[in-house]
Nanobody, 116 residues
Framework: QVQLVESGGGLVQPGGSLGLSCAASGLTFSRFIMRWYRQAPGKERELVAG????????NYADSMKGRVTISRDNAKNTVYLQMNMLKPEDTAVYYC?????????WGQGTQVTVSS
């Protein structure tokens, strides 16, 4: 059974930083493209960042480019999202996503709230 478990969310002040982790199990982690999405109240889920399975290439949403870094540790079956210079509009539930031609999986999400 595939499980993606996010952690690291919480409350942070504007301008602050937060690091999220997503631990995967039940799949061959290194073969999956890993992505972070977010969904704010009343809005559609949107892609934040992605990292490739083979070459580790990365891509970022324009809204977060320069403020966020995605990375992965295949030995630990974990993908990370480091977020800096956070803004109130970054408040959302952040979801981990694993995708490959064999299937797609989602975590349960972790809440990030940016507020003073």
């Amino acid at each position: 059974q595939v499980q993606l478990v996010e952690s690291g969310g919480g409350l942070v002040q504007p301008g602050g930083s937060l690091g999220l982790s997503c631990a995967a199990s039940g799949l061959t982690f290194s073969r999956f493209i890993m992505r972070w999405y977010r969904q704010a109240p009343g809005k559609e889920r949107e892609l934040v960042a992605g990292i490739g399975s083979v070459d580790g290439s990365t891509n970022y949403a324009d809204s977060m480019k320069g403020r966020v870094t995605i990375s992965r540790d295949n030995a630990k079956n974990t993908v990370y999202l480091q977020m800096n210079m956070l803004k109130p509009e970054d408040t959302a539930v952040y979801y981990c996503n694993a995708v490959r031609w064999t299937g797609e999986y989602w975590g349960q999400g972790t809440q990030v709230t940016v507020s003073s």
